[in-house]
């Protein structure tokens, strides 16, 4: 230690950082003191620490969880305002994806067509080949479509039909900012085995209410609207009840695909 070195309390004061901020810090790895008086077990900090102290407040300031910070904090400027600049990309990303729900939620009332464009059917049971990943709904898209690809492979390869029907069924409610199981499996017939992380299992006979999704409702955020249409022409009958998780099916009846709950019908 030299006479230049701070005390806690003065570094904290000049990078702009709370006692509480600083023992946090400290504790995490992220901004060590320089030396600690194993006699007293006062920290000091170097004058030359307080360039990524000041920094490190900085990216706190912006929400960044500390692993995060840690990381940043150790790039060149350069690599740190690319990263920065992608990871605000994809923050904007994020609340146009929040705002168009909003927007779906609020609009969801005045789609009177869509529950009326709600029917019944029974469905057979069904042996499909899957895969059942935990996602969020921004990794939706690249799961079903490598998903999809993986499945209908290992089917061509054990000299099946691979044109059946996929359906993708959702365990949980997925949003860009929570994940959930999914699942999306291929109709198939014949003898085949599992593979790596693709398993087999038979969809059981049900009941099922349906909507096929009209053209432009296919994607977020309208597609919730063919959701809340369903539900909310469920809740109208209380002779039907819900048995199930939600799931697609493409193709659809007529369209792209259909979206459809198991349910019972007294």
Known sequence: MTREHLLAGQFGAAARLSPKALRLYAEQGLLPPAWV???TGYRYYS????????????LR?????????AVLADLSPQDRALELRGWLHAQRSLLDDRAAVVEAVQGSSADTGLAEAVAVREVPAVKVLGRRHRIDSTALPGFTAAADRDVRAH?????LPADGRRYT???DLITP???GYVEVAVACAGSVEPIGDLHIRLVPAHTAVYLPVPPGYEDLPLVLRVYDAIEAWT???PGVVGTGHPYEICPGTGTRF???YPVTVH
Do not use: K, N, T, W
Not at 47 to 58: G, K, M, S, T, Y
Not at 61 to 69: D, T, V
């Open 47 to 58: 004058p030359d620490q307080l360039p990524r102290a000041r920094l490190v407040a900085r």
């Open 169 to 171: 069924f959702f365990e």
């Open 155 to 159: 089917l061509r390869a054990s000299g």
């Open 37 to 39: 008086d194993p006699a």
């Open 177 to 179: 900012d929570s994940d």
């Open 61 to 69: 300031r912006l929400g960044l969880p500390l692993a995060r910070i």
């Open 258 to 260: 259909d979206v459809a």
């Open 235 to 237: 809740d109208a009958r």
